[in-house]
Nanobody, 121 residues
Framework: VQLQAYGGGLVQAGGSLGLSCRVS????????VAWFRQAPAKEREFVAA????????YYGDSAKCRFTISRDDAKNTVHLQMNSLKPEDTAVYYC???????????????WGQGTQVTVSS
């Protein structure tokens, strides 16, 4: 299984940014895709996840009401739309794939490379 994350960049506070994560190599079965983020000198934090079988999203506290996770079945891609961005959202964002939706990074076996998101004040 391979994951490729893209879409990061620099945005002003209050702006929006979309991230995408393309999943390849997984052929079948129940699995989930999640986004985590890690700011400098901080632990990796769960952002959002979606179950591929049930298409049910789950959000961490920092993402509720501002971020939306969705999937594109035809492209095997998961999107993270981030609105009303704040400077504290600045981090490296990682996508990950695992057997089920979980907020714990240890439950995800496959990880993509990170993509930097910087929110200026």
């Amino acid at each position: 299984v391979q994951l490729q994350a893209y879409g990061g960049g620099l945005v002003q506070a209050g702006g929006s940014l979309g991230l995408s994560c393309r999943v390849s190599g997984r052929t079948s079965g129940y699995y989930a895709v999640a986004w985590f983020r890690q700011a400098p000198a901080k632990e990796r934090e769960f952002v959002a996840a979606v179950s591929w079988n049930f298409n049910s999203p789950y959000y961490g506290d920092s993402a509720k009401c501002r971020f939306t996770i969705s999937r594109d079945d035809a492209k095997n891609t998961v999107h993270l739309q981030m609105n009303s961005l704040k400077p504290e959202d600045t981090a490296v964002y990682y996508c990950a794939s695992g057997g089920a939706v979980s907020t714990r990074e240890g439950d995800y076996a496959y990880w993509g490379q990170g993509t930097q998101v910087t929110v200026s004040s």
